[in-house]
Structures are given as C-alpha cells and as structure tokens.
C-alpha cells in the first residue's frame, strides 16, 4: 500500500509541477508582448495615450494603468483587442495570434479576484 503511495507521487508531482511552469511560461509571455505591444500607450505615466485616457475616465475610480487592474475579463480583453474602439486600433490574428491573445490575457488578469 505504501509502495502505491510513493508511485503515485512520483506520477503525480512532475504532473503539479509541470503545470505549474507552463502557467509561469505563459505569463512571461503575456508579459513580454504586453512590454512589447502595450506598454508605449499603457506604460506608466499619463504622456501615454491609453493610460492617459483611462486615467481621465476613470477620476481614480480604477487604475488608468492596465496592470493595475483586477477587473478585467478575457471576453472583454479580447473585445477590445479583435476590434477597433475609439481610441485603440484593433491587432489582428496576423500581429497577436490566438496562443498570445491568451498569455496576454493570463497576464493581465493575474490579479484578479
Ligand atoms: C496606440 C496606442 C495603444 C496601444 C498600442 C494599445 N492600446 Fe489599449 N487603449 C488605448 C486607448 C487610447 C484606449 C482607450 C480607448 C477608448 O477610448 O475606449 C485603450 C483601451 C484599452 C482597454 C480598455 C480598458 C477599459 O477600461 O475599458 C484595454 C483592455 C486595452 N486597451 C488593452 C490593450 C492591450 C492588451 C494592448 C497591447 C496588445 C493595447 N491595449 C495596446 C491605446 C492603445
């Protein structure tokens, strides 16, 4: 019983910690095109276009930073990513695949409730 025990670990934790890295993997990818596809308009400082008119929208009701927020949600992240608003070009699949819509999306709802 106890020999079932130990294998049963074993076939376990490489699958915990497998899991684990492949969720670390995907926010530092969601990361890296946030820094790289983002951050010029929602990096910190109001002299950024999106963080600016976030800023003024909001009045301090919500972070006019992206990565401040715990509100948002994939189905509106990617609303706003698939289509164009008002002051925010839309990014085709061509620039933003799917498989990266996803890490950006598990990074920027890492905080989330
Ligand atoms: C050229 C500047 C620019 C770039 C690049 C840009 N954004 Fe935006 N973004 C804006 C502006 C301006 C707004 C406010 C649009 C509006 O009036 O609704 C906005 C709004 C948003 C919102 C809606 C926030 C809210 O509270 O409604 C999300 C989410 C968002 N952007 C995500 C992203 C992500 C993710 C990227 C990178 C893939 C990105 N944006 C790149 C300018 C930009």
């Keep these: 019983m106890r020999r079932l025990a130990v294998v049963a670990s074993l076939l376990i934790l490489p699958l915990a910690y497998g899991g684990a890295a492949a969720q ?3 926010l530092e990818l969601g990361e890296r095109i946030y820094v790289d596809k983002c951050e010029y308009c929602h990096g910190d400082g109001v002299q950024k276009g999106g963080t ?3 800023e003024a929208r909001y009045q301090g009701d919500l972070p006019g ?3 401040e927020r715990t509100n948002l949600t994939p189905e509106y992240i990617t609303a706003v990513l698939r289509t164009w608003t008002n002051g925010m070009a839309a990014f085709r699949p061509t620039e933003i695949t799917d498989s990266e819509l996803e890490a950006l999306i598990a990074y920027l709802t890492r905080n989330n409730e």
């Design 24 to 26: 670390d993997t995907a």
């Design 65 to 67: 930073l992206l990565t």
């Design 52 to 54: 600016f008119v976030l």
